[in-house]
């Protein structure tokens, strides 16, 4: 599928705001060729190059509602740094993913979120769970795993997965007061 800034959906379609539905495993042939094509996305989309060339918006993930297709399946792509402060990437093609546990504990990114189907920005703390238990099928690594996220990981999974339930990051600010200090929260 060709993805790109032109066909990825944005919040002004309403099919943004559908439920997506568990994906039937082994994948397709169709279903695997879609979640690759996502993961190539976000993969092109941080080389400066592609992306101008192919009117890519760079990201650190894709869920498939975002391509119009309602199926539970996201791609992502995490540069982050480890306790050490030595570089690490997560990347994975997941599919049906399920938070399995969440902190009670928060967190928020301080420069806030973004998304590719939002094309305005919402400024403001979207306010997530700290750390979570994901448990999914990777495509990747082709097993099922169980991904124990926290910082930016963290908060790169719950924004992916709320594409599944139609919600969009900025559901989560406070527009009353969207930078409310959240007692206990680790600034990101
Ligand atoms: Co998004």
């Known amino acids: 599928m060709l993805i790109n800034n032109d066909t990825i959906i944005k919040d002004n379609d309403e099919r943004i705001r559908q ?4 994906v039937p495993l082994p994948l397709s042939a169709e279903d695997e060729a879609l979640l690759r094509d996502m993961y190539q996305y976000v993969i092109d989309s941080t080389d400066e190059e592609k992306a ?3 009117n890519l918006r760079p990201a650190v993930g894709i869920s498939a509602i975002q391509v119009g297709v309602p199926k539970k399946m996201t ?3 995490v540069d982050d740094a480890d306790k050490n402060g030595d570089p690490v990437r997560y990347e994975f093609m997941l599919v049906n993913p399920k938070i399995v546990s969440s902190s009670v504990q928060k967190a928020y990114l301080s420069s806030g979120e973004g998304c590719l189907s939002v094309a305005e920005e919402h400024e403001g703390h979207v306010v997530r769970s700290a750390r979570v238990k994901v448990h999914a099928y990777d495509l990747l690594t082709d097993r099922m795993i169980e991904i124990r996220a926290h910082g930016y990981l963290a908060i790169v999974l719950q924004h992916e997965l ?3 339930k139609g919600t969009l990051f900025y559901d989560h600010i406070d527009n009353k007061d969207p930078f409310k200090e959240i007692p206990g929260a680790i600034e990101i």
């Not at 439920?19 to 568990?22: L, V």
């Open 19 to 22: 439920i997506s539905e568990d």
């Open 52 to 54: 101008e060339k192919f």
């Open 75 to 77: 791609a992502i792509v």
């Open 162 to 164: 709320d594409h599944f």
